[in-house]
């Protein structure tokens, strides 16, 4: 089993993302070739048409890094000399946040939403819950003011 670099077993998660961006963009690229054949220049200029494609930084950092971690694997186990995947020049990851709206805003920001949505968005502003955590929740975790009396 291919482990983490801290020796932990992948997440799910992380091992469906690395098979996407492996048959999406990696293995239609370089998949004809064997790992010894494959050099720096050959992952830099995957990067580079990546981000030529107009893929965010994000993207094309999240699709060189399965091929990290295969290449990383191949040289632990000396199956390759040389990672070719080291000192890439990858393209920088900001963050796009503009703004985070003040405590004081919040209550006009849920006023202007339709009624049927203010719950859920109040949950989220109040409780600080991103989308997923959001999706996740069920009746169960929700305690009400009905049952507290």
Do not use: C
Not at 28 to 44: C, D, E, H, W
Not at 71 to 88: E, M, S, W
Request: charged share 25%; glycine share 4%.
């Amino acid at each position: 089993m291919v482990r983490t670099r801290a020796g932990e077993a992948y997440k799910p998660s992380a091992v469906r993302a690395y098979r996407q961006a492996l048959n999406h963009r990696v293995l239609p690229a370089l998949g004809a070739k064997r790992l010894t054949a494959i050099s720096k220049n050959m992952v830099q200029d995957l990067a580079d048409h990546l981000a030529a494609d107009v893929l965010s930084p994000s993207s094309v950092r999240n699709t060189i890094l399965p091929l990290r971690a295969i290449f990383r694997r191949a040289h632990q186990r000396g199956d390759v000399a040389v990672n070719p995947t080291l000192k890439l020049a990858l393209p920088a990851v900001r963050s796009r946040r503009e703004r985070v709206a003040a405590p004081t805003e919040v209550g006009a920001l849920l006023d202007a939403l339709e009624a049927d949505d203010r719950a859920v968005f109040a949950t989220a502003l109040y409780a600080g819950l991103r989308l997923g955590e959001l999706q996740a929740l069920q009746w169960e975790d929700v305690e009400s003011t009905w049952t507290r009396t």
